[in-house]
């Protein structure tokens, strides 16, 4: 009797299937990653919660905002975008100074604390009325330099009280030259608009009347014409007896006065709504050689699910379709038989 012919096993390619959809599935557990080299940026992010960031032209995927929500919502995307790796400290500007909240934070593994504190900034966090934003870019410029830094200051540059138009704009060091880092961001609409005004319980009123706030100011030595003004008094009004008119009590984006600052500051300038914030970052701000962990696991857990959709899904169609057409070819004139 002949011997019985060996005949090699055949492995069912779903055992193969399901063998690499379980190894996928176990390495993706094991949290895979991809090192890669990626440019970051540690910048202080200073944001104006002065009065006027509540005035409403500014808009939120096309609808009517404040400019401080709009503020918020555009450094929101923007540590979204920047890489990891990079850092985000965060301090709100009133008065003269930009008080810091929190020092640099990692974008990625922070990015719920950095976003959430972003959206509770408010208005009512602010100190003081007056809104003297070359002074307050000088003293954020000290912050973002002692945190080792960029800065990015989001204003909408309405100074309050106004600047003197008889005395130039003057920076500490502001020589134009200043090897500094970093942007202003602008926001705001290009024409006047009423500020909301609030009671002491924060609700809002109506808006500030021209006579609400300062429209000149009469700080430091009167001007040279100050002698000619209606009232003039050189020792109880020196600044003469009229009262000033003018609508400083309206806003809008000082553009040209940011654009100005930031030239002699040494920094650079972006419109919000218009500019790439992203962009104008990588562009002002120091780029810093980082190594960045791209997160595998997504990766693997796909190749997992689309290996168990091959193996219950694409294999079975394709066999059911082979059977179909094998059972609707025509058979050959043998297995039909002769003709009649």
């Not at 719920?112 to 002074?135: H, Y």
């Not at 104008?280 to 980082?290: D, E, G, I, K, Y």
């Amino acid at each position: 009797m002949a011997p019985r012919p060996h005949v090699p096993r055949r492995i069912d390619p779903r055992t193969v299937g399901l063998a690499v959809a379980l190894a996928l599935a176990v390495a993706a557990l094991l949290h895979p990653t991809w090192t890669s080299r990626v440019a970051r940026h540690d910048l202080t992010v200073v944001v104006d919660i002065t009065t006027s960031m509540m005035v409403r032209d500014a808009s939120i995927e096309g609808r009517p905002a404040s400019r401080l929500d709009a503020a918020k919502r555009g450094l929101t995307d923007l540590i979204a975008r920047i890489a990891c790796g990079s850092r985000v400290a965060l301090a709100v500007f009133s008065e003269r100074r930009a008080f810091l909240l929190f020092e640099p934070v990692e974008v990625c593994s922070g990015y719920p604390a950095i976003a959430g504190t972003l959206d509770r900034l408010d208005w009512r966090m602010a100190w003081e009325g007056d809104s003297r934003i070359s002074k307050g870019v000088a003293d954020a410029l000290e912050v973002a330099g002692s945190l080792d830094t960029d800065l990015v200051f989001v204003t909408d540059g309405h100074e309050a009280p106004p600047l003197r138009p008889d005395q130039p704009l003057w920076f500490p060091g502001g020589d134009g030259d200043a090897k500094r880092h970093g942007l202003l961001v602008g926001v705001g609409g290009d024409a006047l608009s009423p500020i909301p005004k609030f009671d002491d319980d924060g609700h809002e009123v109506g808006f500030l009347a021209e006579s609400d706030v300062p429209q000149d100011n009469r700080q430091g030595p009167p001007p040279s014409n100050a002698e000619s003004r209606t009232g003039y008094n050189a020792r109880n009004a020196p600044f003469g007896a009229e009262v000033a008119r003018g609508n400083e009590h309206l806003s809008s984006l000082k553009q040209d006065y940011l654009e100005d600052l930031g030239r002699v500051t040494g920094l650079g300038y972006a419109r919000l709504g218009r500019d790439d914030l992203a962009g104008a970052v990588a562009r002002f701000a120091r780029a810093l050689p980082a190594n960045a962990a791209a997160d595998l696991r997504p990766l693997f857990g796909l190749a997992a699910f689309a290996a168990l959709v091959l193996v219950y899904l694409v294999a079975p169609l394709a066999a059911v379709t082979v059977r179909r057409r094998r059972r609707g070819a025509p058979r050959s004139i043998a297995s039909r038989g002769a003709p009649a």
